[in-house]
């Protein structure tokens, strides 16, 4: 079972979502799919992207349990392969009109 719970990080609520599974569900609602997507996993519920970087490229910052970069889409899934516990994930998606997001939000996976 997977439950996502924000960390006041992510844009909105809908933006990611539990999916059946051992999967997260993602939802940008945006009218032009994403042309990059790239999601990464960090042990803890307070890991957090700052000023358009990676946690791992921050001082102090940690690295990541799972880095991958998604299929092009609005509604894109990551499968997940990791033990059962409480997780950052961060998540960058970029357009090609070079409008980006960059959000991280705190995923219990059991």
């Known amino acids: 079972m997977l439950h996502v719970d924000s960390t006041d990080q992510s ?3 809908g933006a990611v979502r ?12 945006e009218a032009l799919i ?11 519920d307070r890991v957090a992207a700052s000023f358009m970087r990676w ?6 910052g940690v690295q990541a349990v799972k880095s991958v970069t998604l299929l092009p889409s609005r509604t ?11 997780y950052s994930l961060v998540v960058h998606a970029l357009w090609d009109m070079e409008a ?3 959000f991280a939000t705190g995923v219990d996976i059991d």
């Open 11 to 13: 844009p909105e609520a």
């Open 18 to 29: 539990a999916a059946t599974g051992d999967e997260i569900g993602f939802d940008f609602g």
């Open 34 to 44: 994403p042309t990059l997507i790239e999601a990464r996993l960090y042990e803890g």
């Open 55 to 60: 946690p791992e490229d921050l001082p102090g």
């Open 76 to 86: 894109p899934v990551l499968t997940l392969d990791v033990t059962p516990g409480r």
């Open 100 to 102: 980006e997001t960059f």
